[in-house]
T-cell receptor, first 114, second 113 residues
Framework: GNSVTQMEGPVTLSEEAFLTINCTYTATGYPSLFWYVQYPGEGLQLLLKATKADDKGSNKGFEATYRKETTSFHLEKGSVQVSDSAVYFC?????????????FGKGTKLSVIP | NAGVMQNPRHLVRRRGQEARLRCSPMKGHSHVYWYRQLPEEGLKFMVYLQKENIIDESGMPKERFSAEFPKEGPSILRIQQVVRGDSAAYFCASAQGEGYEQYFGPGTRLTVT
């Protein structure tokens, strides 16, 4: 089956620290990969995505590279801000599967302190 | 352009009652997905609907749960005879078409007492 494993939180960083949240996946086909962010009391927002191997998704200073050889899609940011405090979800979607449902990891809570 | 709307945002039901969760997709979107987030878990897919059709319900529990997306009006997720294990956050997402980006609503937090 399809699954996503991401590093457990919570993660607490000081402002301007470097962020890495690890994500690995198992899929029966060739997935598209996503990072979603959930701020307190809100729904999920798409942060970035990559649709094929070696693609790099980027947005708001966050980056992730689709690594087929290691089945990974780690999220990175060079300098985090307090406003980045949220829960981050890694997800995959099989294309051409008819349903296009998303398969999520458990989420990693990030707290950034001033 | 309003986003995906869900109501109620919070719902409390006693065991054995029925819960109805509503999802209004973004304007122009005719595809709706429902996901459930149990405590300390990621979101799990439940059902995928297009207007008047259930496309994939492989994630729905076999009993007590049903979903619809009528030609007019919001999508409804219905849970009959709720039990404590149904307590969770239920999110819907809408999309413009197959394979298009899914936009999520703020969720309905169901508590069963």
């Amino acid at each position: 089956g399809n699954s996503v494993t991401q590093m457990e939180g919570p993660v607490t960083l000081s402002e301007e620290a470097f962020l890495t949240i690890n994500c690995t996946y198992t899929a029966t086909g060739y997935p598209s990969l996503f990072w979603y962010v959930q701020y307190p009391g809100e729904g999920l927002q798409l942060l970035l995505k990559a649709t094929k191997a070696d693609d790099k998704g980027s947005n708001k200073g966050f980056e992730a590279t689709y690594r087929k050889e290691t089945t990974s899609f780690h999220l990175e940011k060079g300098s985090v801000q307090v406003s980045d405090s949220a829960v981050y979800f890694c997800a995959l979607q099989l294309t051409g599967a008819g349903s296009y449902q998303l398969t999520f990891g458990k989420g990693t809570k990030l707290s950034v302190i001033p | 352009n309003a986003g995906v709307m869900q109501n109620p945002r919070h719902l409390v039901r006693r065991r054995g009652q029925e819960a109805r969760l509503r999802c209004s997709p973004m304007k122009g979107h005719s595809h709706v997905y429902w996901y459930r987030q149990l405590p300390e878990e990621g979101l799990k897919f439940m059902v995928y609907l297009q207007k008047e059709n259930i496309i994939d319900e492989s994630g729905m529990p076999k009993e007590r749960f049903s979903a619809e997306f009528p030609k007019e009006g919001p999508s409804i997720l219905r849970i009959q005879q709720v039990v404590r294990g149904d307590s969770a956050a239920y999110f819907c997402a809408s999309a413009q078409g197959e394979g298009y980006e899914q936009y999520f609503g703020p969720g309905t937090r169901l508590t069963v007492t």
